[in-house]
């Protein structure tokens, strides 16, 4: 099993939020970029729009159809997320 890692994006920039049609991503590095692409590590962006208590406060990068989007991170993201970053949830 190919180990995956976890990158936490400074530069990412999330667009669209909720039932908005059109959900994007911007500013990613060319490093993250190709994570993402390869799937060699999970990226997480901060959401500061993220204030439902169900949520995490980071969302996860997709790629897609030749498109970077952001989707609310499962319950293994999240432990991976917790694992390498020690419980931050993005609130404090």
């Known amino acids: 099993m190919k180990k995956i890692g976890v990158i936490l994006s400074d530069s990412g920039v999330i ?18 970029r190709a994570a993402v692409v390869e799937k060699t590590a999970v ?9 439902h208590y169900t949520q995490c406060g980071y969302k996860v990068v997709r790629f897609q159809s030749g498109k970077f989007f952001h989707r609310e991170p499962g319950a293994a993201q999240i432990r991976k997320f917790n694992k390498y970053f020690s419980g931050d949830n993005g609130r404090g």
Do not use: M, N, Q, Y
């Open 15 to 32: 667009h669209g939020h909720g039932t908005a049609p059109w959900k994007w991503v911007s500013g990613l590095s060319e490093t993250e």
């Open 43 to 51: 990226v997480f962006i901060r959401d500061p729009a993220s204030h």
